[in-house]
């Protein structure tokens, strides 16, 4: 499966890394689906930043793992295969999320891409429950960095951002509300094509969940690939937007959370502007 002509593919996911179960069956499924979805953007969290993540990538990327891991060598990571600058990484880590993941992070890119020259982030904000304060300000501090760097171009934000479509965090990132005198606007490429339809990414379905710490937990849609929105809205057309890896091959689940990748393209016409509207019929 390719990118779609004159698009952009941007993937998405959890892969649920080698300290969990069943890492060499997952591991190899995870990595034919990456090689196979030939994604121009990939960010992958809970992955191992060694080299196991070139047998999950495959050829043709240029990578950049968060700053921080864990102690047995896993993070956040970005891969394009366009060549990328660093902009800036935003260390995300508070004192009450800090003995959680040391590799809470936004590391925001540039690259010059097949619909020009594009921002992209990969945002982790804390995972606990009670944390949402947290992740406002997580929020907050993401999208004031990717709107400076942005500035008249599109972005791409992407990730795990262990949030529901109604929490506070991701409220602000879809333009449903403001946060210190703040407001940004990015389209749920998710909700875009596909409405209300759950597309739930961390569910009971999956045994991973049943049997993972977090068990209890309701079923949520908490992985998003997000398009920035200027004043008539998202400045790159969201064509298509799935799930991925989201059942079982031969037996095997590849994580507990599904994966999402979203093409993207250049609009018909550019916002802001009218098309040709077509003349009625005579007659």
């Known amino acids: 499966m390719s990118s ?3 698009g952009l ?13 069943d890492w060499e069956r997952r591991s190899r499924l995870i990595g034919a689906e990456l090689r196979a979805q030939q994604a121009d953007v990939v960010a992958l969290q809970e992955v191992p930043t060694d080299e196991r993540l070139d047998e999950l990538l495959g050829p043709g990327y240029h990578v950049t793992p968060f700053s921080q891991t864990s102690e047995d060598g896993t993070g956040g990571v970005l891969a394009t295969r366009a060549e990328h600058r660093v902009l800036e990484e935003i260390g995300q880590g508070t004192p009450e999320n800090g003995q959680d993941l040391p590799w809470y ?14 921002v992209v982030a990969h945002h982790k904000p804390s995972w ?14 993401a999208a004031s960095a990717v709107e400076r760097w942005a500035g008249d171009r599109p972005a791409v934000v992407l990730g795990d951002f262990d949030a529901t ?32 339809e759950p597309g739930l990414t961390f569910t009971s379905e999956n045994p991973l969940v049943r049997a993972g710490e977090v068990a209890t ?33 031969e037996g095997v689940w590849a994580s507990d959370h599904f994966g999402v990748v979203a093409d993207l393209a250049l609009p018909h016409h550019p916002p802001g502007s009218w098309a040709d509207y077509p003349a009625a019929e005579p007659g």
């Not at 309701?218 to 991925?244: E, F, N, T, W």
């Open 4 to 6: 779609v002509a004159a």
């Open 9 to 21: 593919r941007c993937l998405t996911l959890n892969v649920l890394g080698p300290a969990n179960p």
């Open 105 to 118: 992070a936004t590391l925001v890119v540039e690259l010059e891409s097949s619909v020009g020259s594009l």
């Open 128 to 141: 606990p429950f009670p944390l949402e304060v947290e992740r406002e300000q997580q929020a907050l501090r």
């Open 165 to 196: 479509p109604d929490s506070a965090s991701m409220q602000l990132w879809r333009g449903r509300r403001s946060l210190e005198d703040v407001s940004v606007c990015y389209q749920d490429a998710w909700e875009t094509v596909r409405g209300d």
């Open 217 to 249: 937990a309701i079923s949520r849609r908490i992985d998003y690939v997000l398009v920035r929105a200027g004043r008539h809205g998202p400045m790159l057309q969201v064509v298509d937007c799935r799930r991925l890896l989201d059942h079982p091959v």
